[in-house]
């Protein structure tokens, strides 16, 4: 399977402590993508960071890259009580022609 | 990013029967896809739909099952066909184009539940 695994399944902090999840996958990417899920709705993107790609920042997110790897983080800082959500990453794997694989997710619950 | 409509948002269907979800996007996009989430699960891949074409499934789903259209390069439609508890789930759409930004983007999906 092209899926990855995401670590930690649950993840439980205050408001203002950082969030860290991780994604690994199995096989070459043209890109990675990071998404949220509030409460089992549509899917919310978050980042995409490319395969020559090591670093990406967006607002209070940050999302790094090693192919070497294959594992991709992603830091929420400050964290808010609605950034309580579901996160998944989702890998566009070489040849897949724009088919994702999606990690089982990370439910990141932020308590005020 | 591209404006997903997806019709209806949610159901509750009796078992035996067929229900049609609908995909539209506000512009022309280059490649739509059907996802399924099951209940506290991720999301597993259905299939591409193509358009003017048969729909490429993945290992595990067929097309008796799950026929797809695609009429032009803003519409398509899944539907779930003699349904069973077992397809109780979120089906999404996604979108997505091939060229400078390449990001996939998600409909509001449809929770289906079938009785």
Excluded at chain 2, 2 to 12: C, E, F, G, N
Aim: one cysteine or more.
């Amino acid at each position: 399977s092209q899926q990855g695994e995401e670590d930690p399944q649950a993840l439980s902090i205050q408001e203002g402590e950082n969030a860290t999840m991780n994604c690994s996958y199995k096989t070459s990417i043209n890109n990675l993508q990071w998404y949220r899920q509030n409460s089992g709705r549509g899917l919310v993107h978050l980042i995409l960071i490319r395969s020559n790609e090591r670093e990406k920042h967006s607002g209070r997110l940050r999302v790094t890259l090693d192919t070497s790897k294959k594992s991709s983080s992603l830091l929420i800082t400050a964290s808010r009580a609605a950034d309580t959500a579901s996160y998944f990453c989702a890998t566009d794997a070489v040849g897949a022609l724009g088919r994702l694989y999606f990690g089982r997710g990370t439910q990141l619950t932020v308590w005020p | 990013s591209a404006v997903i409509s997806q019709k209806p948002s949610r159901d509750i269907c009796q078992r035996g029967t067929s229900l049609t979800i609908q995909c539209q996007v506000d512009s022309q996009v280059t490649m739509m896809f059907w996802y399924r989430q099951q209940p506290g699960q991720s999301l597993t891949l259905i299939a591409t739909a193509n358009q003017g074409s048969e729909a490429t499934y993945e290992s595990g789903f067929v097309i008796d099952k799950f026929p797809i259209s695609r009429p032009n390069l803003t519409f398509s439609t899944l539907t779930v066909s003699n349904m069973s508890p077992e397809d109780s789930s979120i089906y999404l759409c996604s979108v997505a184009d091939r060229g400078v930004r390449t990001e996939a983007f998600f409909g509001q999906g449809t929770r289906l539940t079938v009785v």
